[in-house]
């Protein structure tokens, strides 16, 4: 069968590829066709649009990039309808990925949603247009089924795809004393700074972070470098401070990492399953404005990082928008790095969010449902 997927960012490339392979397994003849980026493209298929040239963050971003964004949708609609897939599959995404729905939809092609925007945290009306043009929904957080419930859609809930990816890296990940050389670390204890994969939110983010770091000798501060980043964008912001980059090996890094800070989405979940304390990160432009917009209009949530979303607790400290101050940042890795009491609360909290998330074996499940339901 032809497959044409949509993953707007690294996240959805990770969750997109491990998809891919899922469906090759059931379906040796598929055929992809996709926007994504190279771990899709390590699979096989034909990248048509790599997810940088998409990855526009908040509202400011987004109106000052519109053409560019128009530009990538009329693209698409196009390809789509010359590709002529069995099957169009949806990865998050929704600003971009709902309107192709509805074009999909309107041109009679089949159109499955994996993985859900978070409409349980905002922009719940945007649950209409799902119902509307979108013929199966795949979920990955169990509370997501009841959530669909209320709103009388039926989804398929299929585990979190991130316990494959972790199952897949753990089978092959590299030791501590090979990955420090590699990357010519030192054997001090590593603080992890996982500041996006948008260069808007790094440049937000990672200053701070960086600051926070300073006076701190006995550790030795480590970025989680996204390889599609010019190197000079985090190297400007480093500024000469003896801070380490690693490119693509995000997993590897938290593998052998004692506290980390973060910028909020899925790396949030990544880091408290490698049962690293964190504390999570959040910030957009547009100041207080913004920020009372996001909290009382926007955010249908207490929370905004996943592990406390799921967990329904604040399990890990957020720092968001006006509370992201240097102050409070570097207050907060103080507690991470040396109140042992604090440390071993928030692990206690990472155990009970792995038996909630289940098992390995999500990409398969999908991937399985999916050929069910197309044959």
């Known amino acids: ?16 590829s491990n ?8 379906d040796e003849d598929a055929k992809f066709r996709y926007f994504g ?26 109106l000052l990039n519109i053409k560019t964004i128009k530009r990538n949708m009329e693209f698409c609609k196009k390809d789509l309808l010359e590709f002529q897939p069995d099957v169009l599959i949806l990865i998050d995404y929704p600003g971009f990925n709902l309107r192709i729905a509805e074009f999909a939809k309107q041109n009679n092609i089949k159109v499955y949603y994996y993985i859900s925007p978070k409409f349980w945290a ?36 299929v585990g979190n795809p991130l316990m494959d990816s972790m199952k897949e890296f753990k089978s092959a990940a590299q030791k501590k004393e090979v990955f420090f050389e590699k990357n010519k670390l030192d054997n001090r204890p590593i603080v992890a700074l996982l500041s996006g994969s948008r260069i808007k939110e790094i440049k937000r983010i990672l200053p701070v972070m960086v600051k926070a770091s300073e006076g701190l000798s006995e ?29 693509d090996q995000t997993y590897d890094l938290l593998n052998h990492t004692y506290a980390a800070v973060v910028a909020s989405g899925t790396a949030a ?46 399990a890990v400290v957020e720092l968001l928008q006006k509370d992201m101050t240097l102050k409070k940042v570097r207050n907060e890795l103080i507690k991470l790095l040396f109140d042992y009491d604090y440390r071993g609360e928030i692990v206690q909290n990472y155990n009970r969010l792995k038996e909630l998330i289940g098992e390995a074996g999500c990409s398969k499940r999908a991937a399985d449902k999916m050929l069910e339901l197309l044959s």
């Not at 044409?4 to 959805?12: Q, R, V």
């Not at 980026?37 to 987004?62: I, P």
């Open 269 to 314: 979940l990544e880091t408290a399953l490698f049962n690293v304390p964190q504390t999570v990160l959040y910030k957009v432009e547009g100041g207080l404005l913004i920020d009372f917009i996001m909290r009382y209009f926007v955010l249908k949530t207490k929370w905004v990082s996943l592990p406390n979303i799921i967990l329904e607790k604040t």
């Open 37 to 62: 980026g190279d771990l899709m493209q390590n699979v096989g298929g034909e990248l048509v649009k790599h997810y940088r040239e998409m990855a526009f963050m908040g509202l400011l971003d987004v």
């Open 219 to 247: 550790f030795q501060f480590v970025i989680a470098g996204v390889g599609s980043m010019n190197k000079k964008v985090y190297e400007e912001i480093i500024d000469n401070k003896k801070i380490s980059i690693v490119f």
């Open 122 to 157: 905002w922009k719940e009306s945007r649950v209409k247009k799902v119902k509307a043009f979108v013929d199966e929904m795949f979920t990955i957080f169990p509370f997501e089924t009841e959530f669909y419930n209320k709103h009388n859609f039926k989804v398929n809930y």
């Open 1 to 16: 069968m032809k497959y044409y997927l949509i993953a707007g960012e690294a996240s959805g490339d990770l969750h997109g």
């Open 19 to 26: 998809l891919m392979k899922g469906l090759l397994a059931a």
